[in-house]
């Protein structure tokens, strides 16, 4: 049975039917199943992905525990893609059926922890890989060096030391989900590095972000130890900022050196009271302002008569408050 589950992705329950996959448009570029497909589906599955060169497979969930291997990779000899992200039971997948990826593969997410034992080293010949996420790793391979095309590499924890990172030339988007990364240091010879994403873990230094690579997107989601914002007032490339929910941090850097900074987005920053800071970004044009409860309307008076400023997103928590809020500055809602 195939079902759509979002614009270009279908999913594959068993009983297959070529019937049923001749019906699928040609805009659909990705299959993902989250129980194991007998062979016949497979085979069903194989013959039909042989016409879709730009095809992607994704195994999700394993809610019944029924998918124990990855041997069935070998009947896909042209995917361009694959993902695993398994809800693991007592009895880890056997990711040895890695081997039969093809090594002009461009896209590899592995969302499993490898069971004891378990050689990733087969994942070397990857070398044309361009997009990569790892998680529930304690490390981060060492022949991660070898993807000299890795232009996007995603990293969910616990994984702490970055320096293998230091590796990616070509690296220009990094995302670092429950990282235990004290300081930022490794991420300085990234020289192409244009978008650096932040979620959950610890960093309390960004002093090395002015020196990596030319950051146009930022995003810092709730780090833990972070306090000092200020050198994020150095990145003079910075296009777009997103901070949310940074319990500690209690001041905006000053921003008057960030002339191609049009977009801020601030959520759930119950520390900030003081938005005189946004005063001095000279190239702001929208601004959002989520989850603000603990902030009243003359709080955003700074905001007023902002000489670039053309859309503010303001939610102070009430439709009384944002109503006055919305007033006072009189600009549209972003």
Do not use: C
Not at 79 to 101: A, C, H, K, N, Y
Not at 147 to 172: C, F, H, I, K, M
Not at 179 to 207: I, Q, W
């Amino acid at each position: 049975m195939i079902t759509t589950v979002a614009p270009g992705r279908v999913q594959a329950s068993p009983p297959l039917h070529a019937r049923e996959l001749e019906a699928v448009g040609p805009e659909v570029t990705s299959v993902q199943f989250h129980e194991a497909l007998g062979p016949d589906d497979h085979a069903v599955l194989s013959a039909w992905a042989t016409g879709r060169p730009q095809l992607g497979l994704r195994v999700f969930g394993n809610y019944r525990r029924d998918i124990q291997h990855l041997e069935f990779l070998r009947q896909y000899p042209a995917l361009t893609g694959f993902g695993i992200d398994t809800m693991q039971g007592r009895e880890p997948v056997d990711l040895s059926g890695l081997r039969f990826l093809p090594a002009d593969l461009h896209t590899l997410r592995l969302g499993v922890r490898a069971p004891v034992g378990a050689d990733l080293d087969l994942l070397a010949r990857l070398s044309a890989l361009r997009s990569l996420a790892v998680s529930g790793q304690r490390r981060l391979p060492s022949f991660l060096s070898g993807y000299r095309d890795l232009q996007e590499l995603s990293v969910e924890g616990p994984v702490a030391n970055l320096d293998s990172v230091a590796t990616l030339p070509d690296l220009r988007r990094l995302t670092l989900r429950s990282v235990n990364a004290k300081a930022l240091e490794p991420l300085t010879a990234l020289d192409r590095l244009d978008t650096l994403v932040v979620n959950l873990g610890s960093a309390d230094d960004l002093r090395a972000l002015p020196s990596v690579g030319r950051l146009r997107h930022l995003a810092l989601w709730q780090v833990r130890g972070l306090t000092d914002l200020s050198a994020i007032g150095e990145l003079d490339e910075l296009e777009t900022l997103r901070l949310e929910s940074l319990r500690q941090v209690t001041a905006l850097p000053d921003l008057s050196r960030l002339t191609r900074l049009h977009t801020i987005h601030l959520e759930t920053m119950r520390g900030l009271s003081d938005l005189g800071p946004l005063r001095t970004a000279p190239a702001l044009r929208v601004l959002r302002l989520v989850g603000a409860g603990h902030l009243e309307p003359a709080d955003l008076r700074p905001l007023v008569d902002h000489p670039t400023l053309q859309r503010a997103g303001l939610g102070l928590g009430s439709i009384r408050r944002n109503r006055a809020a919305h007033e006072l500055v009189g600009l549209p809602d972003a």
